[in-house]
């Protein structure tokens, strides 16, 4: 089955750093385009970035650039994202998402989300 | 950046009812458009990719279509199933991929 599972989520202080951890089962990850997309408390999505397959095109939303660093390990059949100088307003489920094999960029794998709660 | 404008916000409907769903892009983005449903406490599930383009698994009542810079969803005969958020998202090659608003879809 194919299947994405999201973990590191938390609560942290402001300025605090966190990783998340996505693994991949039952596909090739190291073939396919990764994203990350949050979602905070009652609102709606947020595309906040992207990895190749290869890893060599990173790209990341204005609002976690400089901050956040999106990173895979294909043998370990992992994303990771590193997020420093968190804010209260980075907040939310954090879900990573893999790219349709059939281009678009669609999502078609979801993970189920990770929690963090920036705050004291 | 590209904005994506989705209409309604949300809409209340009945068992067997036609709901539609708008998506307006600020700029040309061609077929780049994508659709996703979530329902609370779950991810998101892709719909529709390419404007139109049914993913594997999805329902028949569910469609997808492209008018220039306006797309549109569309349920032809809305199950229990359905009630749940709406969201559109441009995918075309300049980053940062944006989604629309959502549209909440409510039983009447």
């Known amino acids: 089955e194919v299947e994405l599972l999201e973990s590191g989520g938390g609560l942290v202080q402001p300025g605090g750093s966190l990783r998340l951890s996505c693994e991949a089962s039952?596909?090739?990850?190291?073939?396919?385009?990764m994203n990350w997309v949050r979602q905070a408390p009652g609102k709606g999505l947020e595309w906040i970035s992207h990895?190749?397959?290869?890893?060599?095109?990173?790209k990341y939303a204005d609002s976690v650039k400089g901050r956040f660093t999106v990173s895979k390990d294909d043998a370990k059949n992992s994303l990771y994202l590193l997020m420093n100088s968190l804010r209260a307003e980075d907040t939310a489920v954090y879900y990573c998402?893999?790219?349709?094999?059939?281009?678009?960029?669609?999502?078609?794998?979801w993970g189920q989300g990770t929690m963090v709660t920036v705050g004291s | 950046d590209i904005q994506m404008t989705q209409s309604p916000s949300s809409l209340s409907a009945s068992i067997g009812d036609r709901v539609t769903i708008t998506c307006r892009a600020s700029q040309y983005i061609g077929t780049y458009l994508n659709w996703y449903q979530q329902k609370p406490g779950k991810a998101p599930k892709l719909l529709i990719f390419?404007?139109?383009s049914l993913q594997s698994g999805v329902p028949s009542r569910f469609s997808g279509t492209e008018s220039g810079t306006d797309y549109t969803l569309t349920i032809t005969s809305l199950q229990p199933e359905d009630f749940a958020t709406y969201y559109c998202?441009?995918?075309?090659?300049?980053?940062?991929?944006?989604f629309g608003g959502g549209t909440k879809v409510q039983i009447k």
């Open positions: 039952g596909f090739r990850f190291s073939n396919y385009e």
């Open positions: 998402a893999r790219e349709s094999p059939y281009g678009f960029g669609a999502l078609d794998v």
């Open positions: 390419a404007a139109s």
């Open positions: 998202q441009q995918t075309n090659s300049a980053f940062p991929l944006t």
């Open positions: 990895i190749s397959s290869s890893g060599s095109i990173i």
